[in-house]
């Protein structure tokens, strides 16, 4: 398989399986862009329902693999929960800190904190509505363990 950036053997089993779903997404999202653009300026009617059809299954597939990822990585479900069907400002759901705005409008980025200003990477509270694959009570695996 393609597209791996860490060697295959170094990568446990799930997270294996996370990188094809991935690279499947990534893949279907492309499908999806060629047939619309194939839809937009084709000059034949019934050709054009034909590939908006196909374009809608590449949509179809895309949503389904994103709700695999989102049920096996909780960063994803949490990213999701945040952002996806929601009303409002897009951007605005995300939390800037106090001189991000001050920092933005002079061009430059904030100064280092010491902490890498990345935040916390892991929030010990679960989402209600959860569904995964996890046995009851199983401890969570973080998508980069510590060796």
Known sequence: MNGYH??????A?????LHRALLSLKEEIEAVDWYHQRVVTCTDQDLGQVLAHNRDEEIE???MTLEWVRRTSPA???????????????TQKERPSP????????????PPRGDLAIGRLHDPVEPKGRH????????????CPTP
């Open 6 to 11: 860490e060697p295959y053997e170094s990568l």
């Open 13 to 17: 089993p799930p997270d294996r399986d």
């Open 132 to 143: 995964d694959s996890r046995a009851a009570g199983a401890p969570e695996r973080a998508l």
């Open 99 to 110: 001189s991000a705005p001050l920092a933005a409008s002079r061009g430059h980025a904030e």
């Open 76 to 90: 994803w479900d949490l990213a999701l929960r945040k952002f996806v069907f929601t009303e409002g400002s897009i």
């Open 61 to 63: 597939h895309a949503c």
